[in-house]
């Protein structure tokens, strides 16, 4: 018999519905799995163990008053950038190792309102930059397929906790692939929402007009559960969409013959591993065979958007990393004899290399004389791939493609060459500057590690997405398949 922390969320809820266990023997047990694969894994910065069983006591009184919901009683993580009232919240730097928030992000809400069970903070890239999880200021995050390889990143914790069985689901964020890419990467679905579909109030930032809170399941049926329970308008949040409720398990199950799907010739890059390469055309064979019609089309201001994003999201980045200057909240250095030295040994000690490489490409590119050679430009590209994205959409429901060109590559690999590191996001970072819904799903392996197929949507298509991906998910068992840790 399977032992609780293997469940899925909604085999976990029915069986919570139905009595057949408790919450807390649930907490209890992913509570146990944590410490038994922690140690190899680090896929947390904290553990809330305490709250976590009184939250799962409170949880159970629910369901016993005939009050449950689908995440009710379910244990979560977190990923460290998404503000949790009492519970350290560092982003993995140092600039903020001390500080414990007094607010819940809307997100943690919304789970919290559900009586779901928060577990713990994911480990992440400083500030979600990054694709590996190595530049945690605390310690790099392990892939449960192969121990000595990156899960991913900067979600690299929340794929990895997801997919070792150290929380039945985790929310993280994604600026430029940052939950597709390490849920391809550690074999899980992984969904970044239309921006604005899910409030990013309480969220950290690190580039406002890119980043989005979204889920990392074990299937898509959880995916869709989480959406449901995340997503909403928010007043708190400017960028939020007014958008009504939707229940996004109601098209699951619904055949996909007739839906147009366009494989994007540009995104089968130069470099690509052939195996990614082959598991995703038999992605694609397997959809077709389900009755979509797949077409090839064109997106070429694609070969842009690497150039594009690393202008808009440094600057971005520049901007809002500002306000950690020694005086305001953070680390501050007060060993320096005046307020600039202070300020400049705060941010030489309190951020990493990465961070201070992304703030000064970003100061930079804003800086007088430099803002019209290229963030100016880089706006008006932004504008074409969008329309790029708009012309295909025009003439297709949605778009096939590899999620990430390599599968997990070993622990320190690519830390000496950061192009190198940027181009792992060549798949993903489009949809972040385009504010579309994408998500990446399981369809193979490749040198014995996964291998994700990213579908594409225009705005606001996520039930379309998840019916997709739910379709083949139910013609294959690369969901199913599981590490053995």
């Known amino acids: 018999m ?11 809820s029915q069986r919570l519905q139905r009595r057949e266990i408790s919450s807390l023997e649930l907490t209890r047990s992913s509570l146990a799995r944590i410490q038994q694969v922690e140690g190899q894994i680090q896929a947390y910065l904290t553990i809330t163990v305490e709250s976590a069983l009184a ?13 449950g919901h689908p995440l009710t009683g379910i244990p979560l993580q977190i990923k460290d950038l998404i503000c949790t009232k009492g519970i350290r919240t560092t ?20 789970l919290l309102g559900q009586h779901a069970v928060v577990l713990g903070k994911g480990n992440m890239d400083e500030f979600g930059m990054g694709s590996s999880t190595e530049n945690s200021a605390f310690h790099p995050s392990h892939n449960p397929w192969d121990t000595g390889r990156v899960p991913g990143g900067s979600s690299g914790g929340s794929a990895a906790a997801v997919a070792s069985g150290e929380a039945l689901a985790a929310v993280g964020s994604d600026t430029g692939g940052s939950i597709r890419q390490p849920a391809a990467l550690c074999g899980v679905v992984g969904l970044k929402p239309t921006y604005g579909l899910v409030s990013r109030y309480g969220l950290v930032a690190f580039a406002s007009s890119l980043d989005q809170i979204g889920p990392l399941t074990r299937d898509v049926t959880d995916c869709a559960l989480m959406l449901n ?12 969409l007014p958008q009504p409720r939707q229940d996004y398990t109601a098209t699951l199950g619904q055949d996909i013959r007739g839906l147009r799907l366009g494989v994007p010739g540009e995104y089968f890059t130069p470099g690509m591993q052939e ?6 055309l038999a992605g694609i064979k397997t959809l077709e065979g389900l009755g979509a019609v797949i077409q090839p089309v064109s997106l070429p201001t694609t070969k842009y958007a690497l ?8 600057s971005e980045c ?37 961070v201070k490489r992304r703030i000064m490409l970003g100061t930079y590119a804003l800086s007088s004389g430099y803002y019209d050679a290229y963030y100016r430009k880089a706006q008006q590209v932004r504008t074409l791939i969008r329309q790029d994205f708009d012309r295909v959409f025009a003439e297709v429901d949605a778009l096939v493609t590899p ?3 390599v599968v997990a590559f070993p622990l320190g690999d690519k830390t000496a060459d950061p192009v190198q590191m940027y181009l792992i996001d060549v798949c993903t970072l489009p949809v972040n500057i385009a504010g579309l819904p994408a998500m990446s799903v399981p369809c193979g392996f490749a040198e014995g590690l996964p291998v994700g197929m990213q579908l594409i949507g225009p705005r606001l298509s996520e039930a379309a997405l998840l019916r997709t991906a739910y379709a083949y998910q139910q013609a294959t068992g690369w969901h199913e398949m599981r590490p053995a840790i």
């Open 275 to 280: 195996g990614v390469r082959q598991a995703v």
């Open 55 to 67: 939250q799962a006591r409170e949880a159970d009184a629910c369901i016993a008053a005939g009050e």
């Open 2 to 12: 399977a032992e609780l922390w293997q469940l899925s969320i909604h085999e976990a």
């Open 403 to 405: 999620t990430s060109p």
């Open 318 to 354: 520049s901007a809002n990393l500002a306000r950690y200057d020694g005086v305001k909240y953070g680390y501050s250095d007060q060993a320096a004899e005046d307020m600039w030295g202070a300020m400049e040994q705060t941010r030489g000690h309190g951020f990493g290399p990465e």
């Open 229 to 240: 329970a995340i997503a909403g308008h928010d007043p708190r949040d400017a960028t939020s």
């Open 91 to 110: 982003c993995a730097s140092r600039m903020l190792e001390g500080y414990t928030p007094v607010y819940n992000a809307t997100v943690v809400e919304k």
């Open 307 to 314: 150039a594009c994003y690393y202008i808009i999201a440094p």
